[in-house]
């Protein structure tokens, strides 16, 4: 999903960058939008996704930054059942790497909705080429090693069995 009040999709780069690695990499595009910069659309949008037992990973991309109108991961961290503190560390050790200090202008973030992972990008094209080629690609092959997230998806819902989840 491409947060953005401005592209569209013949101008979505990053959007792109992504679907071309994730479709690479073996894995399907089961949905694709653009979303502008407005929380509940945001919200909503991934709400409908994570709800989808066919669906076990978002990405999203754009609005990410300090202005007015960036307000992605303001809309989806209210909404994450459990934060990935580790995702946004590495983002940016793996962004430092390639920008400097300018990485400290991006909230990327990831986290669980249920058991969806959602990971939340800058709108850069470089940045979603980072994230992806420096964290998701190897953390969504089950041959990676010494661990995985496609090795834990199965056990995402044990909370959930057990009762010991949230209450309706």
């Not at 910069?37 to 709400?47: G, K, L, N, Y």
């Not at 059942?81 to 990831?110: C, E, L, P």
């Amino acid at each position: 999903m491409t947060v953005s009040d401005t592209r569209k999709e013949d101008q979505d780069r990053s959007g792109q960058a992504l679907k071309d690695r994730i479709e690479a990499a073996g894995h399907t595009v089961a949905g694709y939008a653009i979303v502008p910069d407005e929380m509940a659309r945001i919200s909503a949008q991934v709400r409908d996704w994570a709800d989808d037992e066919g669906i076990d990973i978002v990405i999203t991309t754009g609005g990410t930054g300090f202005t007015g109108r960036d307000v992605t991961p303001d809309a989806l961290e209210p909404m994450f059942d459990k934060h990935m503190d580790g995702f946004s560390h590495v983002f940016h050790r793996i962004s430092f790497d390639k920008i400097g200090t300018s990485t400290v202008q991006s909230r990327a973030t990831a986290g669980l909705i249920g058991t969806t992972f959602v990971f939340v990008l800058p709108g850069s094209p470089g940045a979603c080429k980072d994230a992806w080629d420096g964290i998701l690609k190897w953390q969504l092959d089950y041959r990676h090693m010494p661990c995985n997230f496609v090795e834990i998806m199965p056990r995402l819902d044990e909370h959930l069995k057990r009762g010991g989840g949230k209450s309706a």
